[in-house]
């Protein structure tokens, strides 16, 4: 359990801001002043020690009461023909708030993630998948294969606590764990083993790895491939790596969406899925589909249970209306569909809302500058900094308990929220 | 305020009590006794009426990780039933896999009160509780899965002691907040990762060298004498596996006394006689159960139409994704843990196969002659979705009706059954046994279930009607801790029920060795992976509610 030790140290800290959600952070307090002791890296120390900065709603750039903000939102609300929801990056209570919000204004819920989120999600829906979590990966992985990503750049710690840890339940030695970049290569060391033994690293544009990936699965099914060369991979080099698959015992084939950054790369995800479902046709293997950082998971989850669909959701009609396409709120915004916009950003202060016409009212992280200020900031606390809150991981199955680690008299983004709506 | 309902015909087998006109008063959401001046504040007339404790669904899927795949995986199941917001109620969707908040509402209109999830991986207990959390009106609480965990296998294959064993499940329970235990496919989650594909009673974990007959008895005797009043929930081996019967009857006989319920029997009463190799168990089922006072079931019911399948039995949902309907998928390994596995399926009235598992739940429920030790489910959304308990309540109670749909179905599948030649019909007491007394006895609700004084008043309130499935699906009124929340079948008010829970005793040694588990191989702190008191409590809409233990003990 999060919990102080000495005057202001906490031990055992979980991290909302990436999606493998370590908790085992230790974190000193002075004030409002918030340092990582240990454990930190690049990911956590932004998402911890970014400094309060703004304490005070801004209506039209001019200070206001909390009360008055809140109202002033309730009438942008109430008269707007179109409005979004859109930003949610929050926590569970967050996100139970702004479903009701939406629900009761007709508004469209998205999070800022779901380009890439959504290349697993339509997966999802229309062939499934199979999947493993991270403890099971930590204890079990003999092959790890990663597609199209650079994992270290966004989940830092994502090698040193699931692959190369000191142990394995199950007598392996950790040494012998196999890991193979398919598409990007890695930015750094973090994939090298303890004994120095580095990922053997295949490599070829983004763009070529829908053809590499399709390569690869007829390979996994034994057809034969006339071609010797795909993007810049040869195909024998495949045919190695198709046998690698099938020859372990608990292979895991990991990918961060947020990554594949090119056209219909959901198709691409596709692909892997059946690779991996087929390749358990005789032994197992599970994907690892990497994400969820700041609230990405958890507000799908919410949304999930609540409505009965993930993001893009829309409430026009009275009743949950789901469209991937027609309720992409980036989409919306450009096509000047949109008259309000609600943003949504408690974790970080450099994901401000799009350039766009619409009335816009952020609930933000204190220390967010705008090229553009809004009609209506209101600064938020950070969940598992500023108040407790609850946090799902990128498998969306464990979720983290958060704390307030400090009192900084910030108003929850449920708090507002939950205000506006009952002004409604 | 007093409430007084007047004149009713009472059904409340926890009272003995079998259609007596008598009248009910409720003050502060509890049932009293009759005030001694007279006085009253509000008299509602039921004379004529049927009058019922509320519902109680001992085994439903309302909640966690694989409920919210198949919400997340089936947009064009929820697309025809969305549900708009209206001024008391939030929007939403039904069918298979409905939203907390409809699953809550539509509970509540059938005189539904309470609902159990009863596969709560302890890792994703606080998942199933938030979603808990969000399902108005009814009770809730659930069973923690174990049995395919690593840490009870690695006990069991140290020669861990039962003590050991049960402060093991006693600290889960406590910090899942659990009211029961459940074991699904035992130790053939974990078999499945080490890409066993079946694991028979007595087949061994290639790893660990145990058995699910072991895991079984582990479990049992940890849950008797830890004094938990839900006996071991089991979920057996080798589900919808043509031949399961005999395994199935061993399971039961093989416990040597204790007290276990085996969940979704239907699915586990399979022969393989006739043409089809498919056949039904279910006399050779009810026999034993009705033998043996220790055993409790409840029916899984399948219903045609379309639904989902979620389980935590991802050996067995991986086998059967072939018949997955529309073909999608998911199965999932979790944490060292347990697992699952997602299938959506569409029961067909002239498949062979489903329509002889129509017939098998149905023979199950003619046959076992104790309704205190049967249940009403139809495993939602597995077999059928929980909407469907009115028209199930009417097969049982309607010999016309169920011979007439079993004349419809499957020629060959009607002459593998002897269904047509069951007389039985059950009566409304039985019913409340079933849904009611015997249900919240099973779940150990010392409070629910009955319309005693000192009971919650959580009361049902029905029409007589020859169509058992019109009364059953639109109360006159249903009273949530005596709060009218239903009236003539419409949602009139919405309330938020408690979550059950049991509080066995431990000894709180077994951190010692839990923490460095945490720590060496998990990805979570043992100290986070506990839920605590405020997280169910929440802003105040939820609450917690410890129910009472049986006296426990050596065994």
Redesign the interface.
């Known amino acids: 359990?999060?919990?102080m030790t000495d005057a202001g140290v906490w031990q055992?800290v979980?991290s909302p801001f990436c999606g493998?959600?370590s908790?085992?952070l230790i974190i000193k307090v002075e004030g409002n002043n918030v340092s990582i002791i240990e454990n930190g890296d690049a990911v956590t120390k932004k998402g911890f020690e970014t400094p309060i900065t703004d304490t005070s709603p801004r209506v039209n750039g001019k200070d206001v009461s909390l009360d008055e903000a809140v109202t002033h939102i309730a009438d942008l609300i109430r008269t707007s023909k179109q409005p979004v929801i859109g930003g949610m990056a929050t926590d569970?209570?967050g996100a139970?708030s702004a479903m009701?919000l939406a629900?009761?204004s007709r508004a469209t819920v998205d999070n800022m993630d779901s380009e890439a989120g959504f290349r697993n999600?339509l997966v999802?829906?229309?062939?499934?998948?199979?999947?493993?979590?991270?403890?099971?990966v930590?204890?079990?992985v003999d092959l790890l294969l990663i597609i199209g990503s650079d994992l270290e750049s966004e989940y830092p710690r994502f090698f040193e606590?699931?692959v190369w840890n000191?142990?394995?339940?199950?007598d392996q030695e950790i040494e012998s764990r196999q890991v193979v970049y398919l598409g990007k290569r890695p930015s750094g060391d973090a994939s090298t083993s303890p004994k120095g033994k580095k990922a053997q690293v295949l490599a070829c544009e983004d763009a070529d790895l829908p053809e590499v990936i399709s390569v690869l699965r007829a390979l996994v099914k034994g057809k034969g491939i006339q071609a010797e060369q795909v993007g810049d991979i040869a195909v024998s080099d495949l045919a190695v790596l198709a046998e690698q698959l099938k020859q372990a015992?608990?292979s895991v084939v990991a990918w961060a969406a947020g990554h594949l950054e090119f056209s219909h790369a959901e198709a691409t995800v596709q692909t892997v899925c059946e690779m991996v479902?087929e390749l358990?046709l005789d032994?197992?293997s599970?994907g690892l589909p990497l994400g969820g950082k700041e609230g990405g998971i958890t507000v799908?989850?919410?949304s999930?249970?609540?409505?009965?669909?993930?993001m893009r959701t829309n409430?026009n009609?009275?009743?949950?209306?789901?469209d991937p396409y027609l309720s992409d709120t980036a989409r919306m915004l450009e096509n000047d569909e949109v008259d309000t916009l609600v943003w949504i950003s408690s974790f970080n202060v450099d994901r401000t809302p799009p350039q766009s016409n619409a009335k816009t009212i952020v609930l933000g992280r204190s220390g967010m500058t705008f090229a553009q200020e809004p009609e209506v900031f209101i600064p938020v606390g950070t969940p598992g900094i500023d108040h407790?809150g609850?946090a799902?991981r990128t498998d969306?199955?464990?979720?983290?308990?958060l704390r307030k680690l400090r009192d900084s008299g910030l108003p929850s983004t449920f708090d507002v929220l939950t205000a506006v709506e009952q002004e409604l | 305020m007093l409430t007084k309902l007047t004149g009713g015909r009472i059904y409340d087998p926890a009272n003995s009590i079998n259609n007596e006109v008598k009248d009910i008063y409720i003050r502060d959401g509890k049932i009293v006794s009759a005030p001694s001046d007279g006085q009253f504040d509000k008299e509602i007339d039921v004379r004529g009426k049927v009058i019922m404790a509320g519902a109680i669904d001992m085994h439903t899927h309302i909640?966690g990780?694989k409920?919210?795949?198949a919400?997340?995986?089936?947009?064009e199941d929820?697309?025809a039933d969305?549900?708009?917001?209206t001024e008391l109620m939030?929007?939403?969707?039904g069918h298979a896999?409905?939203?907390?908040?409809?699953a809550g509402y539509r509970y509540a209109e059938m005189g539904y009160t309470a609902g159990f999830e009863p596969a709560i991986?302890p890792?994703?207990a606080?998942?199933a509780h938030?979603?808990m959390g969000?399902t108005p009106i009814i009770d809730k609480g659930g069973y923690v899965m174990l049995g395919s965990d690593?840490f009870l296998l690695?006990m069991m294959a140290s020669n861990g002691d039962q003590e050991a064993i049960n402060n093991y499940v006693a600290w889960t329970m406590t910090h899942s907040h659990a009211i029961g235990v459940k074991v699904v496919n035992p130790g053939g989650i974990n078999a499945?990762?080490?890409?066993q594909r079946k694991l028979d009673l007595d087949e061994k974990n290639k790893?660990y060298g145990i058995t699910p007959r072991d895991i079984l008895m582990r479990l049992a005797t940890a849950v008797k004498e830890l004094g938990v009043p839900h006996p071991l929930h089991v979920h057996g081996c080798n589900l919808g596996v043509a031949g399961n019967l005999e395994m199935t009857i061993d399971t039961m006989e093989g416990i040597n006394g204790l007290p276990m319920h085996m969940t979704h029997i239907q699915f586990h009463s399979y022969g393989t006689e006739g043409d089809f190799k498919f056949s039904s168990g279910s006399a050779q089922i009810a026999e034993v159960i009705n033998k043996h006072k220790n055993i409790t079931a409840d029916v899984g019911q399948i219903l045609f139409g379309q639904t989902v399948t979620a389980s935590g039995d991802n050996m067995r949902q991986?086998a059967a994704?072939p018949f997955?309907s529309p073909?999608?998928?998911?199965?999932?390994?979790?944490?060292?843990?347990a697992g699952c596995g997602?299938l959506p399926f569409k029961y067909k009235d002239q498949s062979y196969v489903n329509a002889l598992q129509w017939m098998i739940g149905l023979e199950t429920f003619l046959m076992v002659d104790d309704p205190w030790r049967v249940f009403l489910t139809t495993d939602h959304p597995n077999g059928a979705p929980f909407t469907s308990y009115p028209h199930l309540i009417r097969l049982l109670m309607d010999k016309t009706f169920r011979n007439d749909i079993l004349s419809t179905l499957h020629p060959e599948a009607q002459k593998a059954s002897h269904l047509a030649s069951l007389d039985r019909e059950y009566t409304l007491y039985e019913i409340a046994i079933m849904t009611r007394a015997g249900a919240a006895k099973l779940v150990g609700l010392a409070d629910r279930g009955s319309l005693s004084v000192g009971a919650g008043a959580d009361i049902t309130v029905y029409t007589d009607n020859e169509d058992r499935e019109k009364m059953f699906t639109k109360p006159d009124y249903v009273f949530k801790d005596g709060t009218m929340v239903v009236k003539d079948g419409e949602i009139v008010e919405v309330t938020w029920g408690t979550t059950h829970v049991v509080k066995p005793e431990y000894d709180n040694s077994i951190e010692k060795s839990l923490k460095p588990y945490f720590d060496?191989?998990?990805?979570?702190?043992m100290?986070?992976f506990?839920?605590?008191d405020?997280?169910i409590v929440?802003?105040g809409r939820g609450s917690i509610t410890v129910q009472p233990l049986h006296a426990g003990g050596k065994i």
């Not at chain 1, 000191?166 to 199950?170: H, L, N, P, Q, V």
């Not at chain 2, 969305?82 to 917001?85: E, N, P």
């Not at chain 2, 896999?97 to 409809?102: F, I, R, V, Y």
Request: charged share 30%.
């Open positions: 359990m999060t919990e055992e979980p493998i959600a908790d085992d569970l209570n139970r009701a629900d009761k999600t999802l829906q229309d062939t499934g998948w199979m999947v493993t979590t991270l403890t099971e930590r204890n079990r606590r699931m000191e142990e394995s339940m199950f015992k608990y479902k358990n032994t197992r599970s799908n989850q919410v999930a249970w609540q409505s009965g669909f993930p409430f009609r009275g009743y949950p209306d789901y407790a609850r799902f969306g199955v464990v979720s983290v308990p | 909640g990780g409920v919210n795949i919400r997340t995986m089936l947009p929820h697309a969305v549900v708009a917001r939030r929007s939403g969707c896999a409905p939203s907390t908040l409809t991986l890792i994703n606080r998942q938030m979603e969000d690593d690695r499945f990762k080490f890409n790893f991986h994704h997955a073909n999608k998928w998911v199965c999932m390994d979790i944490e060292c843990d997602v060496k191989y998990h990805t979570q702190k100290g986070n506990k839920i605590s405020d997280e929440d802003d």
